[in-house]
């Protein structure tokens, strides 16, 4: 079966630095997804990680380690927009096994 | 990219009736995906749509439940039947290539 973790809830402050952390079990791995979702909203799409490293996209970067079943999705630059649930997703054979989610709050 | 249309957005229905959502997708797909998401929690994936094949459904999830169609490469629907409370959710519909996915709007359901 898929097993994916996340924390459920992070704060942070306005311009600060967040670091979600995400790891995973699961069969026949691909790669590994993070999405963010707004309240009400449908997931939008941030990344997409294959290979071991960090990916950088402006101010979110993503990385991945498939030895340790790890990732992790950083937000930087941190701004009110940016509270949202964010979640993980583990991409095997042809479809998503999806975490629960992180709530990430940005206070002021 | 592929830009998914998804009809309803919402609504509100009877205990004992059913619900059919559609989702049109603007270029042609091999897999469509339906998911259920509870409220609060994270993203269920109910089963697999292809073109020509019925639906390959999750553990959970039977096709009496929740029949599915997929006429063409562009349009897919599930069909929520039999409704109860238990059954209100927001249901997405997606697609993807392999490197990225895209999601529906959406359709909030509200069983009474």
């Known amino acids: 079966g898929q097993n994916i973790d996340q924390p459920t809830e992070m704060t942070a402050t306005e311009g600060a630095i967040v670091q979600i952390n995400c790891t995973y079990q699961?069969?026949?791995?691909?790669?590994l997804f993070w999405y963010q979702q707004h309240a009400g909203e449908a997931p939008t799409f941030l990344s997409y990680?294959?290979?071991?490293g960090l990916e950088e996209k402006g101010r979110f970067s993503s990385f991945l380690s498939r030895s340790k079943g790890y990732s992790y999705l950083l937000l930087k630059e941190l701004q009110m927009k940016d509270s949202a649930s964010y979640l993980c997703?583990?991409?095997?054979?042809?479809?998503?096994?999806f975490g629960a989610g992180t709530t990430v709050t940005v206070r002021a | 990219s592929a830009v998914i249309s998804q009809k309803p957005s919402r609504d509100i229905c009877q205990r004992g009736t059913s619900l059919t959502i559609q989702c049109q997708v603007d270029?042609?797909?091999?897999?469509m995906f339906w998911y259920r998401q509870q409220p609060g929690q994270s993203l269920t994936l109910i089963a697999t749509?292809?073109?020509?094949?019925?639906?390959?459904?999750e553990s959970g999830f039977v096709i009496d439940k929740f029949p599915i169609s997929r006429p063409n490469l562009t349009f897919s629907t599930l069909t929520v039947s039999n409704m109860s409370p238990e059954d209100s959710s927001i249901y997405l519909c997606?697609?993807?290539?392999?490197?990225?996915?895209?999601f529906g709007q959406g359709t909030r359901l509200t069983v009474v």
């Open positions: 270029s042609q797909v091999t897999m």
């Open positions: 749509a292809n073109q020509g094949s019925e639906a390959t459904y």
């Open positions: 997703a583990a991409f095997n054979d042809y479809k998503l096994s």
């Open positions: 699961t069969s026949g791995f691909n790669g």
């Open positions: 997606s697609t993807g290539s392999g490197t990225e996915a895209f």
């Open positions: 990680n294959v290979l071991d």
